[in-house]
Each structure stands twice: as C-alpha cells, then as structure tokens.
C-alpha cells in the first residue's frame, strides 16, 4: 500500500496571527471548531495538493508538520522507534474523526500517521 501525505499542521505560537496570515496571503478557507481548538484549513486547491489544520503549540513553539496515511498505524511506530525515532503521542482515537499518532525522527522532525479508512492488513 502506497503512504501518501494527506495532512499537513502548523502549530502556532499565535494561532489567531496565523489564521490571519495564511488567510490573507493565500485565500485559504479556514473553519475555527472551538470546542477542540482548532482550526481546519481548506485550500481550495480541487484536487492538487493536501488540506490541513492550524492549532496552538503545546510548547510555544511554531512548527510545522504532516500527516501520513498508513494501514496499521502501531506497526509503523514500531517500526519508527527501531529505525531510531520516538513516538511523541501514541495511538490515539479521536470519535468521529480520526485515528493517528506522532513521532519523531531521528534529526528532531514531527510527523504524524493516520489511520487509512481500510483498516489494519495483517
């Protein structure tokens, strides 16, 4: 199974100011959901390129990151903490949402897994 990047994150120290920039400078469509603190960007690109979402930074730091899509989210965090990363935020539900987990990789990068919608292969 192919894993394709089909998220992408900005963790803000402002997320307010950045909402503001990216909506400014790029037009992108940007739904704010309070209840969990964060904000839902479409970019209106049909078809070309990935949608993502904006949200404050647990640490104060900006960063941004992605997401990638895979069939057995546990198996590849195995696999990242053999090839030398650390799993940031394991396993983990979101009702009605979505299945994902974070990591890291061995030079510091933040990336995230989502569950595909077929399920675990074994």
């Known amino acids: 199974m ?13 997320s307010a100011k950045s909402i503001e920039f990216f909506t400014n400078v790029f037009g ?5 959901i309070p209840q969990i603190g964060y904000s839902i960007v479409d970019t209106h690109t049909e078809g070309k390129g990935i949608n993502g979402g904006i949200g404050d930074s647990p640490d104060g730091q900006s960063y941004a990151s992605f ?13 990242v ?4 990363g650390k799993v940031l935020v394991p396993v983990t539900v979101i009702p009605d949402a979505v299945t994902m987990a974070v990591f890291e990789e061995p030079t510091g990068a933040v990336v995230g897994l989502v569950q595909s919608e077929e399920g675990t292969q074994h």
Not at 67 to 79: A, F, H, P, T
């Open 2 to 14: 192919p894993n394709p990047v089909i998220h992408f994150e900005i963790q803000s120290s402002d």
């Open 67 to 79: 997401y990638i899509e895979v069939d057995d989210i546990q198996g590849y965090l195995d696999k």
């Open 81 to 84: 903490v053999e090839a030398g």
């Open 28 to 32: 992108w469509h940007i739904e704010t």
